[in-house]
């Protein structure tokens, strides 16, 4: 019956499937204090129970009501956990004993809670956040005024704000809600029955939230909560099952985060609107140069109101705008299909500024209106006290405070000694240039506000000493009055001009800043080779250019996390730490110092991804000014990212070096496999054939025939054993298997067992041996050592012409002993003599029989290289014929105490 | 050979037990066969064979256990076919009370002269003679004298006894423990070093040269052989 073509929204599909295997959240919603939620909660859960579900009570405030410790006293309750805080021991649940229990169902009451400095989360939704993903289902109670976006509108309406809020996603995830609904009258007779728990606040405020007005109003909200909620899980389930719209176009939402504290009403009231309209929402928050000498405080703030954005469930997006912001702002929104903007109202200004925005700086808000005709524009206003100073557009450098002002005077008093002086010698008639210049001259510096305070200085003094009636601020002539007046216009115009060409080179400069510390991140970073060089250069880089410590935290073989790199160097965290950089991992999310988990953590963690794959955990230790800087958190997102792609390219690379080793596996295999079967096949071969014609030998074969069928056969079978023998050493090679022991060894024994091995095959070749009679003894294992010998002398004799001789030479050489075995054959070319060392190289001989299994000398470096010696290849004569095969073996040091 | 010594081989492979039985019946042996270690044991004990032939690597137990179960009430000559990786295991068996060993690939020259060597002292419990001449040296006991193609060769008392330790031993092994244990006391079983020494002044006196050895040979980590008195000198 379903339309081939509708197919289910993925990400409806992904957030159910998301939501499986978590637990299951239930609600209960109240209006107010004392409606009974807990009563419900535990009725409820009693009902469970006796269905045989495992419940346990994590938290309940009874505050003392008796019908709801009855209700308690059958159902399990889990012990509290005791924590100090300033002297006094406060007990908060137990979330670890609550996760290592695990129960089917939780009851966490009053989910609005703050727990107590030192839990593990700042609040208790985070805590059932955490119980719920771990797979229990939680019943849990909350009053109206707690939900995030409402707590505004209950503030206004009831005159009193509380502070614990919850997030509204809490609410959009629940599974279910249960309203508790009580009448106002029933609930004012609880109230003065003393049924209903208030927390130790003036009796006054009691009073005045009880009112009966704010009661029927807080009534209709949270059954306007819950029946918003409700329709959510239609859409979503419409969503999931490709039920066909109506949908709303998918327009957004844009809600602009300035420092003012109005923002946090635009932020509520985008949310609300979103919900309503069911869209997505951005929060954007807006980077300029100004943006850059913001007090810490209003960075602060920004930071703050991104953190309730996210919460609130918008998608946050910064961008740099270096003087136009409005049409930033604009073309931002039209590119994200953003139908609606929404932003704070700014608060009253000075006059100055007033006077400054008159000269050019329009508020963020007129220019958007103004601007944006395209757009649904609303301007939230707000209710939050303002502090001290007022929100501007574009924002004002505070951090330099009055002082600035002091310029203005100042140039105006030195233009008037210069006008003045000038005036006596040489009466000119436009000195009016002089303040003119001065007023540029303070704006070039300090800015428009006090240029503008130049200006007017400057034309009050310019009037009152040059004018005729001179030391009046009176004017004679008309003319004079309207120099006056343009004077004013002129200085105010060039003034603002320069001011703005000011701040748009400090823009410059701080954005070619951020780059610049980017980029030498990026190209410092990029020049690591190894894993170990590219984290050491990211932590010690992080460091430098945040100026705080740096960690880095990286998955270990077991699943674990570990600390891979730290600058200053560190490789131990505390556990407190351990557990947030952990919990950055596993949720993705910021966590620690600064954010909303585990808060008091010494060091800020950030997840380190690229695209979907997690890579790493940065952590920065932050001074006691704990929050981020928002203007650095920018940066310290592009750094995080250049940190990824750092990681990223070191983890290519290794695959990549993986891939090549695999590769160059594979041709070692192939060129075992093949010569195993024609090398040790060929000997075979012979020795089958020689033996079958002896084995069938009816008495034909001549007594010499017969003996040179067996010598083959002794000489295949030995040349046989020689080739086992390399594949066998190959394979101790290999395996890493080799344990050499050495001890002290006379070279001509070496020589004497290698010849004595080889006696056959190199009976055809005189064997030149010079050994000095004080020659000492050298430290090498006896056996390896001699297997380095025989192949040698094995390859000597191949490449060698028969009756050439073989010599075999050594000679003291500082603390060691070089020993060599020189052949009278074609020689090595010189560009190939490294490469004969390499497994199954051979080189192509014309003489093909002769040549060997290419492994000789591979095992020859493989096991001198594995004594501390060396081996390598050169011509005996100039013109590069004959082969010295030069090894230089660890001299003996005799042991003086023996 | 008059009596027709008896042999025991144990070896798990039949092809090798084949081709060596050929080679000892060539040679006169009597020949018995075992294919694994319990059977070894029994045969050792019920045969009663002039020498075993032992593979240290058998299916069912180590060749050490076979060894080790002879030598609880016989000291009858054990020869332990040992493979070229396995010096561990040659050691060890030289130390359980294996008089020789032979290394695997061998040829048959080398295997028989081994085997005679071990049985060479076998029921003539040892005149020992006063004089022994192998190749060109001249070795008188009683006189403490050693002559090279007739001319005299000096040698300290030790390098003496040395050479007469490994000459009246030739054809067979003799360990450096034995070596050192003989002369100089069980106290310097371990000393390997003072030997090395003296086996190398010892050789030059008796003009032997290491590399192309004539006299002494040097078995790798385990000790020395000398010639034996016959053409197969090894």
């Known amino acids: 019956m379903a339309d081939p073509m509708l197919r289910p929204e993925p990400d409806a599909l992904l957030a159910s499937a998301a939501r499986e295997g978590r637990g299951r959240l239930k609600v209960f919603l109240g209006a107010a204090p004392g409606v009974g939620k807990t009563y419900a909660m535990l009725e409820a859960a009693q009902a469970r129970q006796r269905e045989g579900v495992d419940v346990a009570a994590a938290v309940v405030e009874t505050h003392g009501r008796h019908e709801t410790e009855a209700m308690l006293r059958d159902l399990p309750v889990l012990p509290r956990r005791p924590l100090v805080y300033k002297g006094r021991i406060l007990t908060e649940m137990d979330l670890d004993g609550l996760l290592a229990r695990r129960p089917d169902l939780a009851l966490i009451d009053e989910l609005a809670h703050t727990n107590v400095e030192g839990s593990r989360h700042e609040k208790r939704w985070q805590d059932v956040e955490e119980v719920l993903a771990a797979g229990i289902d939680v019943y849990t109670t909350l009053n109206v005024q707690h939900v995030e976006t409402l707590n505004e509108t209950v503030a206004r309406i009831t005159g009193i704000r509380v502070r614990e809020t919850v997030p509204d996603r809490m609410l959009d995830e629940a599974d279910e809600i249960e309203l508790i609904d009580l009448p106002p009258e029933e609930l004012l007779q609880r109230l003065h029955a003393g049924k209903v728990y208030v927390q130790d606040q003036a009796a006054r405020a009691v009073r005045a939230f009880f009112a009966k007005g704010n009661l029927v109003a807080l009534r209709e909200l949270s059954l306007r909560a819950a029946a918003d909620r409700v329709d959510a899980e239609l859409r979503e389930h419409m969503a999931a099952h490709a039920i066909p719209g109506p949908w709303p176009a998918q327009d957004r939402l844009l809600v602009v985060v300035t420092e003012d504290p109005v923002t946090r009403d635009a932020i509520r009231v985008a949310k609300r609107s979103a919900d309503r309209a069911r869209t997505e929402w951005i929060a954007l928050s807006v980077l300029s140069s100004q943006a850059e000498r913001l007090t810490s405080e209003a960075k602060d703030r920004i930071a703050d109101f991104l953190r309730l954005a996210e919460r609130l469930g918008a998608e946050l997006a910064t961008i740099e705008a270096e003087h136009d912001a409005v049409a930033e702002v604009l073309s931002f929104a039209r590119r994200h299909n953003v139908r609606r903007i929404v932003l704070g109202r700014p608060g009253a200004q000075t006059w100055l500024e007033r006077l400054g925005r008159w000269a050019g700086a329009g508020t963020l808000a007129r220019d958007l209106l103004r601007q944006g005709r395209d757009f649904e524009i609303t301007i939230a206003s707000g209710s939050a006290p303002r502090p001290g100073r007022r929100t501007e557009w574009p924002p004002r450098r505070t951090r330099e405070g009055l002082g600035v002002y002091a310029a203005a005077p100042l140039a105006i008093a030195l233009a008037t000694s210069a006008a003045w002086a000038i005036d006596t010698l040489i009466p000119a008639p436009s000195l009016s240039l002089i303040y003119m210049t001065a007023v540029v001259a303070v704006a070039a510096i300090r800015g428009i506000g006090p240029a503008v305070l130049a200006a007017a200085l400057g034309f009050l003094a310019h009037n009152f000493f040059f004018v005729e009636p001179r030391h009046t601020f009176t004017v004679a002539e008309r003319g004079e009055l309207l120099t006056l007046l343009l004077f004013l216009v002129a200085s105010t115009v060039t003034g603002n001009l320069a001011a703005q060409l000011r701040a748009r080179v400090q823009a410059q400069r701080a954005i070619v800043d951020r780059l610049g510390k980017l980029h030498d991140f990026g190209r410092r970073v990029a020049s690591g080779a190894t894993r170990d060089d590219v984290v050491w250069a990211i932590v010690s880089n992080v460091a430098g250019t945040l100026g705080c410590d740096t960690l880095l935290l990286a998955p270990d073989d077991d699943g674990g996390l570990a600390v891979v790199g730290g600058f200053p160097p560190e490789d131990r965290i505390e556990t407190r730490d351990m557990t947030a950089a952990r919990f950055a991992w596993d949720k993705g999310e910021a966590t620690g110092r600064g954010t909303g988990t585990l808060p008091t953590a010494d060091w800020y963690f950030l997840p380190v991804r690229a695209g979907d794959r997690r890579l790493a955990v940065l952590g920065l230790r932050l001074g006691d000014d704990a929050r981020l800087a928002l203007l650095d958190r920018p940066l310290i997102d592009s750094l995080a990212d250049q940190v990824a792609l750092a990681l990223e390219r070191v983890r290519l690379a290794e695959e990549l070096s993986r891939t090549q080793l695999a590769s160059e596996t594979e041709r070692l295999r192939t060129a075992l496999l093949s010569s195993v079967s024609h090398d040790l096949r060929t000997p075979l071969v012979t020795i089958i054939g020689a033996a079958d014609s002896l084995a069938e030998d009816a008495g034909s074969l001549a007594p010499e025939a017969r003996l040179t069928l067996a010598e083959t056969i002794r000489e295949e079978g030995q040349r046989l054993d020689r080739y086992v023998q390399n594949l066998l050493d190959m394979t101790r090679l290999e395996h890493g298997a080799l344990r050499p022991r050495p001890i002290a060894v006379d070279v001509a024994d070496l020589v004497g067992q290698a010849r004595h091995r080889l006696r056959r095959a190199l009976e055809r070749y005189p064997i030149e041996v010079d050994l000095p009679a004080d020659l000492p003894m050298v430290d090498v294992d006896l056996t390896l050592t001699e297997q380095v010998l025989v192949n040698l002398l094995d390859n000597a004799a191949k490449y060698g012409p028969e009756g050439r001789p073989i010599r075999i030479a050594a000679r003291t050489l500082g603390s060691e002993v070089e020993l060599s075995v020189s052949d009278d054959g074609p020689g090595i070319p010189p560009e190939q003599r490294e490469r004969v060392f390499g497994m199954f190289v051979r080189l192509e001989d014309s003489d093909r029989h002769r040549a060997g299994t290419g492994l000789g000398l591979a095992i020859a470096r493989g096991f001198i290289e594995a004594q501390g010696g060396t081996i390598h290849a050169e011509a005996v004569r100039e013109d590069g014929t004959g082969t010295r095969m030069v090894l230089a073996l660890p001299t003996f040091q005799e042991d003086l105490t023996s | ?234």
């Open chain 2, 1 to 234: 050979m008059t009596s027709a010594a008896r042999i025991l081989i144990v070896d798990d492979e039949a092809p090798i037990r084949r081709f060596l039985r050929i080679a000892l019946e060539s040679e006169g042996y009597e020949v018995v066969e075992a294919g694994t270690a319990r059977d070894g044991i029994r045969a050792a004990a019920h045969e009663q064979p002039a020498a075993v032939i032992l593979d240290l690597g058998l299916p069912d137990a180590d060749g050490l256990a076979v060894l080790r179960g002879i030598r609880e009430w016989s000291q009858m000559p054990v020869l332990v076919l040992s493979v070229r990786s396995d010096e561990g295991g040659k050691v060890a068996a030289l130390d359980a009370g294996a008089q020789d060993y032979v290394t695997k690939p061998f040829g048959t020259r080398e295997f028989l002269a081994r085997l005679r060597a071990l049985l060479r002292d076998r029921g003539e419990p040892s005149p020992s003679p006063s004089v022994l001449e192998i190749g060109d040296l001249r070795i008188d006991a009683a006189a403490h004298t050693v002559t090279k193609a007739s001319e005299p060769v000096r040698l300290t008392r030790r390098e003496f006894d040395l050479l007469w330790l490994l000459a009246s031993h030739a054809g067979r092994l003799v360990t450096q423990g034995q070596i050192l244990r003989t002369l100089w006391g069980p106290a310097h079983a371990e000393d390997s070093q003072y030997l090395r020494v003296y086996v190398r002044q010892l050789r030059a006196k008796i003009g032997d040269d290491a590399s192309d050895p004539r006299y002494i040979f040097t078995e790798p980590g385990v000790g020395y052989r000398f010639r034996s008195q016959g053409p197969d000198h090894i």
